[in-house]
Each structure stands twice: as C-alpha cells, then as structure tokens.
C-alpha cells in the first residue's frame, strides 16, 4: 500500500512527505496526473479500505473546490471585480487558508481591475482598490506582505513556476505564454496541502485571468466608443459651423449679387443720363438759340412761328432735365430678379412711343454674378442702340434658362441692317481709332470672355436681333473670339 499521512480534516494524503519540498517550483505534470492527484486511487484492490476512505473524502473536497468554482463563475457577469473576490474566497475556504493574496504586475492588464487584495482568514480583504474595509493590520505576516510586494514589482524568478510547500502554494496568472500576475495561499499548521489543491487553485486563476482579460477588452472597448463619440460630436459640430458658414457665405453672395446689379443699373443711369445732358440737350439748346436768332431777323409771320418753336424748345429742355433728375433718383433695384431688371432697362432706354415686352421662358435659377453682369450688360448696350439708331416703334426682349446655357435675344422692328452691323463690328474688333462703334465690340468680348458667342441676325420684326448664349457655368477662355454670323 502507498505511503499516506492524515490531514487535519481526515482526509488521507497519499504523497509522500519528502514530495513536499518548501518553496520549491512543482514540476509540470501531465493531464493523465492531474487526474491521478484529484481521485488518489492508485490500487483496485477491495483490501485497501483505507485508500478507499481518502478517495471518497478527497472526491469531497474536489466536488466543494467545483462547487466554489461554479460560482465564482457565475460572478463573472457581475464584472471582474466581485469574480476576483469570489477566487479568494474559493481559495480561502477551500484550503481552510489563513491568508491568500492575489495581485497584479505593474504594468500588466493596466485598464481592469483589482490589481491586488490580501485575504485573511477571517474574509477580510485588505489593501484592495476601492473596497478597501480596514488598514493594513500591523500583524500582517511578513511573507504575505512580501509576497505581494515581489508580484507587484517582479522581483523573484521562482515565482514564474507554480510552488507547493507544505502549507503554501504559489500559481503564476499566465496570459499568452507570459505571467502577468500571481495567486498565494498560506494554510493552518495541521492543514497542508497537496496536489490537488494546486489544481483547484489552478483552474481559479485561469477563470480570474480570463474574467480580467475580458474586463480590460470591455473597458478599452468603452475608450474607443468614448473617443468615437468625442469624435462624432466634434465632426457633427464641424458641420453645424460648415453649414453655418455656408449659409452665411450664400448670404454674402446675394447680397452681392444685388449690389452688383444695382451698381450695373446705376452705371447705366449715369450713362443714359450723361448723354442726353452731354448730346441731346446741349442740342435742343442750341437749337434753341438758333431758332431765336432766326426770329429776332425774321417778319412778324415767321417770327410768330418761330417763337412758338423756341417755346417748345424750352419745354424739351425741361424735359431732359426731369428725365435726367428721374434717372439720377431712381430707386434701388437690389432686391429684384434678373427678368425685372430687364424691365427696368426697358424703361429707362426707350422712349415713350416705343413699346417694349420682357419675357422669361424656362426655369429660372440663380447664376453666376459674372454671368448676370455680361447679360445686363449686353441688353442694355442692345436696347440703347435701338432707341438712339433703329428708328423702331417696337423692342422685345426675351430671357431664356437652358438646362447647360442661358440665352438673351434683343429683337427690333427698326431700320438696321445685320449685314453693315456686322462689317461695323469686325472694323470694331480690327481697332477703331476714333473709338467708335465700340459697343458692339464691347458686347461681343463680354461674351466671349465667358465662353459664350454674340450673333447679330435679321429679326422676324423686321429689324435686327442681337441673340448672346452662354454657358450654364461659365468658362474663360484665354482670348475673345469674334462673334459669328
């Protein structure tokens, strides 16, 4: 029959004393071992009663130790803190342990914890991150103390190797081939311990490894949701500032628009102002004068008529000034469509006896500032030539929006010849040195510098058609081109 000696508790220990080597590092064993330790049976002879007996008692304790096992697993949903508490405690009862200590190295596991606790037998816990009950006793074993301390900063190799003493045992926490950790135990004088109680211990500190290892990944888990969160919010206020800005940027821009057109219309003001004081009124005052000469050296008949002639002079006179007041006082047009300002143009370019019609065909949309400049532009050039040049009773003007382009056709029943318009035009365009004609040069180059064209063609009035296209999105290109017939 095999050595055996009795435990405190009546169970028989079938090693031998001089296996128990004090501090020593237990050599590994294999799984057929492992289970040799936890039944103890090693004959089949129905004599051997008292090896039975042990068995039965050692199944005992491996069926509590399993018992105390299942439920600190079941403290693993409760987190690692209260699964860590319950492999102390498992330990504690199981050995019947005077102390047990359980502690992290520094630098290991680093987002999880407890990083240690020491366990006395009384079920208090000590130095243990935020459940600390009580101080540090003053009677605190020094091995305890020190075994702690040697986890914590790695200062003793022996302690990379599991170690059965007769009442001490000592498991490395093992994580991916490296100790990141240690679980000790201190036993009563009377109780010590065996292999078994290394196996117990064992599967304790892999379920507490595990738990922390799960607990660190939840808690790094948590930092990077954090930190996409931060991330999100900083991105989702960026584009509550972007949107901000671009509102305030399209803002801007109409209200640049409008002083664009508004300064376009008063330019134009100025320009249709300037010559009627400049031309049309100087000449009705020198008609004027001429005519009261003429009257002063004429007989009563064709003085009496001439008088009536200068009269209505005068009252010319009178009113271009009106008219050149109006133009210098009209009201600002920043708030109107591209179609209304046409209109406006209208107005102010032809005289009362000529009528004039604004039309808008297609889907009317924002453009281009550019783009509504070269078209006023344009128009009001067109409308002006056909009020002081055409001799025309009727001017049409129409605007149309494309889905690539934009067109304006200028049509008039006038007198013009699109044929002597456009040789004007190429001598314009070859360099007039009298600086005349330039306004259908000045037409052509606007257009052309958007990547648009100018066309001067018959109208089905009768006169002549001033027709422009250009693109939706326009496009400079390095020169102007000629506009084609």
Known sequence: MPNTRARADGAIDSRAPENLVSENPAPETSDAEWLNSLVGLHSVKGGHYAQYRGVEQRLSRVVGALDRISRALVDTAEGPQNLVLSVARAVSEHLDAQWVVFALCDGELERTGPRHLMMSAEGTVYAFEGVASARVPSNLPDDVLNRLNDILRRQSGRLERPVVDQHHLHLPLELDGRVVGGLSAWTRPGCPVDSADLVVMRILARQAVVALLNAALLEESRHQLARAED?????????????????????????????????????????????????????????????????????????????????????????????????????????????????????????????????????????????????????????????????????????????????????????GDPGHLRRVLQAAMLGDLAGRHRGLANMTARASDLGGMLRIRRSRLGGIRIAVELPAAPARPAGSQEAKR
């Open 231 to 415: 991330a999100y919010q900083r991105v989702s206020e960026q584009a509550a500032v972007l949107a901000a800005r671009n509102e305030d940027l399209e803002r801007t821009q109409r209200e640049l628009s409008a002083a664009m057109r508004q300064r376009l219309v008063t330019e134009e003001r100025e320009r249709i102002a300037r010559e009627l004081h400049d031309s049309v009124t100087q000449s009705v005052l020198s008609a004027g004068m001429q005519i009261e000469v003429c009257r002063v050296e004429s007989d009563p008949a064709t003085a009496a008529r001439l008088e009536v002639a200068g009269r209505l002079t005068r009252n010319a006179v009178e009113q271009l000034r009106s008219v050149i007041y109006a133009l210098n006082q009209a009201p600002s047009v920043g708030g109107l469509s591209l179609g209304e300002i046409l209109d406006e143009l209208c107005s102010m370019h032809m005289p009362a006896d000529l009528r004039t019609e604004v039309r808008v065909v297609g889907r009317v949309r924002d453009l281009p500032d550019d783009a509504q400049h070269a078209i006023l532009r344009i128009a009001g050039e067109a409308l002006f030539n056909t009020a002081v040049h055409a001799e025309a009773t009727r001017a049409k003007v129409v605007l149309t929006y494309g889905e690539r382009d934009v067109a304006l056709t200028v049509d008039d029943d006038g007198t």
